[in-house]
């Protein structure tokens, strides 16, 4: 039932086969199934690294037993088949698989769905006190995910990355991209798949966080390092119509002085969607617009969506080829959506990122009617996808049923615009993704969390968010600063939630303002445009505190480019929780409210409504300045922080040299 098999340990009871293996620094993999372990089902880890791991099995006591000793974490498999991690140098339990129940199911359940397919459940033990990190981007404002239950879909503003941090020091990646759940409960941790073939999952350890992330992006890919131009400004909204008004926003950042990084062509810019290039009586000439910004140190970025609708001139060719993505019952439509030039909406497909030759296809027009133009940052919007109703079930992909594969489809959208500017010559590549998976950080994809509210609730929820984006192993990660929905440019409480989610927006890893505002001026489309989205469109007094920050993050942006070679190299987020560099303190794991930004920068943003100070926890291990007063305050404390509305609330670690306190030059208008 137990023997050693390739460097790895297997184990066979009845039907079902166990594989362990050693699978990267202080990391163990584990697959499980029926009969025998499959090969062609995508997922996250690359190939199996060299390794000196050690194994034993044990068979004296008549109960054999065998070990798996790779660095940190030895693999304990009984001769159930029940598996055990621990920490090799002194024998505590990080994990341990639990069955359901004494008789049946064991920790491992496969309930057929039929044709080979399988309801899969994979169980694993509660423990008091533990906190659990991670699992992607979600909406329900926790940061600590302990006794939540979280769905395993994609979703606009819900992402799926299979990973979880304990505090127990170990790291979980599920290996699969199948349509289910994880139930993080009091009695026990449940992983489900609703329709899939096989077990697969990862685990980590190591003597702290920062190790963890680091064990993590080493086994799905480390992020590149950001371009130093996508650490400025990025200028957008819903959305510039024409080539010349987007053109007289960007000299308007020039004649006043502003720094201005990014601006974006949103969509709509198109002749219909899926033909995947400009719209010329609205862009006349794309080539001398995208020479003009970038004469003024301004890169261009344009919405490239998945859906094709069937106006398209690529629609009839795609379907030809088998490029979309196929349905189980009905023909392959997947969205109702606006197009160009048409009243009522219509009924759109997605291509299929899963498929080799539909990624090329892709690629190969938007590198013709917009790399060779000269963009070079690309905006993958909706590309969960977006498919409504979300039937995942009802979706035939190249990579296999939706219902087993679907969640991958983010990072096969992103790894097609990867590869393509990299075969193109392109050495910066960054593409601003609204989901992800596994694994997207390796093709240069920067998350941000979706449409979102313009409240002061939302802005609450999305520190906790983009912590646990962190936390997931996504280094770049951003907002639509002032949220999406909304915002009335006229209301004193929305001014005032501008300026705060700007100050929180200059401490994220990527600076950028979009959002729908008040009013909608498209007479056609009337949900297809929103009012001025300026950063001098909210009054003077709004204007000088946001002139300010801009200045503030130009400051930063040696610092920022410190942090992003941190991720680039040690898989290190530049935004993360307090516990990430300070694991020792135990007070530090419950702060929700308050992040670290690289080493140095403690930032506590305001998020109530006419707040001018906020408590804030100082972790210990540490003495932290106010660097606008230059007050000193000891770590392990609890302070009130003054912030009135024109600073931006953060601490800087004693000794650190970042330059936070400053003004705007005075050629900024």
């Known amino acids: 039932m137990l023997h050693e098999i390739d460097g790895g340990i297997e184990w066979h009871g009845g039907h079902q086969v166990v594989r362990v293996e050693p699978w990267g620094a202080d ?61 090799t140098a002194t024998g505590a339990e990080l994990l341990a698989e639990r069955r359901a129940h004494f008789w049946w199911p064991g920790p491992r359940v496969f309930s057929s769905t039929g044709n ?16 659990v990190f991670g699992l992607g981007q979600h909406t329900h404002g926790l940061l600590d995910q302990k006794g939540a239950v979280i769905d395993l879909v994609q979703r606009n503003a819900e992402v799926t990355i299979p990973f979880l941090f304990s505090s127990r020091g170990y790291g979980l990646l599920w290996n699969s991209p199948a349509v289910g759940r994880v139930e993080l409960a009091g009695n026990g941790t449940r992983w489900v798949a609703d329709s899939a073939r096989q077990i697969d999952y990862w685990v980590t350890t190591g003597p702290d966080p920062a190790a963890v ?29 024409t080539q010349e008004e987007l053109l ?32 010329p009586a609205e862009w006349p000439d794309p080539a001398a617009m995208v020479r003009e910004l970038r004469e003024m140190g301004t890169e261009l970025m344009v919405s490239v969506w998945p859906s094709v609708s069937p106006l398209s001139e690529n629609y009839d060719e795609m379907l030809r080829q088998g490029l979309l993505v196929a349905t189980e019952q009905g023909p392959p439509v997947h969205a109702d ?78 790894r097609g615009f990867y590869e393509g500017m990299r075969e193109a010559g392109e050495t910066d590549v960054i593409t601003l993704c609204r989901s992800a998976w596994a694994g997207s950080q390796r093709y240069g994809a920067a998350l941000w969390s979706g449409d979102i509210a313009a409240t002061f609730a939302s802005l609450r929820a999305q520190i906790r968010a983009g912590l646990n984006v962190a936390m997931s192993g996504i280094p770049w990660w951003t907002t639509d600063i ?10 004193p ?69 410190e942090q992003m070679r941190a991720a680039h190299e040690r898989g290190l987020p530049p935004m993360r929780p307090l ?51 230059g007050e000193v305050h000891a770590g392990g404390a609890v302070i009130r922080l003054a912030a009135p509305l024109e600073r931006a609330p953060v601490l800087v670690r004693e000794g650190a040299d970042v330059p936070i306190a400053g003004s705007a030059p005075k050629s900024a208008r």
């Open 116 to 131: 080979g397919y399988y309801r899969i459940e994979q169980r694993f033990a509660a423990y008091a006190g533990e906190r």
């Open 493 to 561: 409480e929305y001014r005032e939630l501008l300026v705060r989610w700007f100050q929180y927006g200059v401490f994220c890893p990527l600076l950028r303002l979009h959002g729908f505002r008040e009013p909608f001026v498209d007479e056609l489309h009337p949900q297809m445009s929103g009012g001025p989205n300026e950063v001098w469109s909210y009054g003077e007094e709004v204007y000088g505190h946001l002139r300010e920050l801009l200045f503030l993050r130009e400051r930063l942006r040696p610092y920022v480019m």
């Open 248 to 279: 007289e926003v960007a000299r308007e950042y020039k004649r006043r002085g502003l720094p201005l990084s990014v601006i974006v062509s949103d969509f709509f810019h198109w002749t219909h969607l899926g033909d995947w290039r400009f719209d």
């Open 579 to 629: 516990f990430v560099d300070f694991p020792d303190d135990d007070r530090a794991w419950a702060v929700e409210d308050a992040f670290l930004f690289g080493p140095d920068v403690l930032v506590a943003p305001v998020t109530e409504y006419g707040a001018r100070e906020r408590e804030v926890y100082l972790p210990a291990g540490a003495r932290w300045r106010d660097p606008w007063t």
């Open 482 to 491: 002032g949220g999406f929905h909304g915002g009335d440019q006229e209301s």
């Open 213 to 241: 992330l680091d064990h993590y992006s080493a086994a799905t890919g480390r992020a590149p390092m950001l371009p130093e131009w996508a650490s400025g400004f990025w200028q957008s909204k819903l959305r510039y119509k």
């Open 27 to 87: 990391s163990v993999r584990v697959r499980a199934g029926l009969s025998r372990l499959r090969s062609d089902i995508p997922g996250a880890l690359g190939d199996r690294p060299a390794s000196e791991a050690k194994i034993r099995i044990d068979d004296d006591s008549g109960a054999p037993t065998a070990r798996l000793v790779n660095g940190e974490i030895t693999a304990e498999v009984g001769d159930d088949g029940m598996l055990r991690f621990v920490r």
């Open 337 to 414: 959506w606006a197009d160009k030039g048409v009243a009522a909406k219509v009924q759109v497909s997605f291509y299929d990122a899963t498929n080799p030759r539909a990624r090329a296809y892709v690629w190969d027009k938007a590198r013709r009617n917009y790399l060779d133009l000269g963009v070079r940052v690309w905006w993958l919007d909706a590309c969960e996808p977006e498919i409504k109703p979300g039937h995942q079930e009802n979706l035939r992909y190249h990579a296999g049923p939706g219902a087993e594969v679907g969640n991958i489809y983010p990072a096969e959208h992103a």
